[in-house]
């Protein structure tokens, strides 16, 4: 029982342009959810969070929209770096409960 | 500061045979959670550990898999008899208090059930 899913297995995206990734749930009582980031042979690092009382939360480059009505989050990445190849997980939570995680998005950002 | 510390990196084994992971987690975290993550699927917690208490297992199959964390330190992971579907990372991670967003992943144990 997938509650958290990530369609798209794989991203291309020249330097400097935005990148996208998408993050879908089924789980409404989730009310907060997380980007993390991973490198091969690495584990994964802690991107960006947002709670469901906000709609966007921006940190640098990285922004991430929540539209609760249709449980879908994303995560914008402006301009795209080479450096921003990975792996990037969406994950949720319900009342500071475990956290459920996507199936990952791998982004290559091509110089 | 030392990130969380796993070890070893890769584990053949065969099926049947048995298998122990062990995980630091960073100095001052309380809660230490391991993770299963098979190929092409996202992380799943096995276990929530709070000190050296369990928060929550209800995903960890207890027939072949137990975890401990003696001291509220560092913590092992262990399969016992091991099967193929049992092929994955380990990942533990620990954050300094329960609901912290902030996990701290270390790099994993691959595991492979020949």
């Known amino acids: 029982d997938q509650q958290v899913k990530q369609n798209s297995p794989s991203l291309s995206v020249q330097e400097g342009r935005i990148s996208i990734l998408n993050c879908d749930y089924t789980n409404s009582m989730f009310d907060y959810f997380l980007w993390y980031k991973k490198y091969p042979a690495e584990g994964p690092t802690f991107l960006i969070s947002i709670s469901s009382i906000k709609d966007k939360n921006e940190d640098g480059r990285f922004t991430v929209f929540l539209n609760k009505s249709a449980k879908h989050l994303s995560l914008h990445i402006v301009p795209s770096q080479p450096g921003d190849s990975a792996v990037y997980f969406c994950a949720a939570s319900a009342s500071g409960n475990q956290f459920y995680f996507g199936t990952g998005t791998s982004l290559t950002v091509i110089p | 500061e030392a990130g969380v510390a796993q070890s070893p990196r890769y584990k053949i084994i065969e099926k049947r045979q048995s298998v122990a992971f062990w995980c630091n987690p960073i100095s001052g975290h309380a809660t230490l959670y391991w993770y299963q993550q098979i190929l092409g699927q996202g992380p799943k917690l096995l276990i929530q550990f709070q000190n050296n208490g369990v928060v929550d297992d209800s995903q960890l199959p207890k027939d072949r898999f137990s975890a401990e964390r003696l001291k509220g330190v560092d913590s092992t992971l262990k399969i016992q008899p091991a099967k193929l579907e049992d092929s994955a990372v380990y990942l533990c991670?620990?954050?300094?208090?329960?609901?912290?967003?902030?996990?701290?992943f270390g790099s994993g144990t691959q595991l492979s059930v020949l």
């Open positions: 991670a620990s954050s300094l208090v329960t609901q912290d967003e902030k996990l701290f």
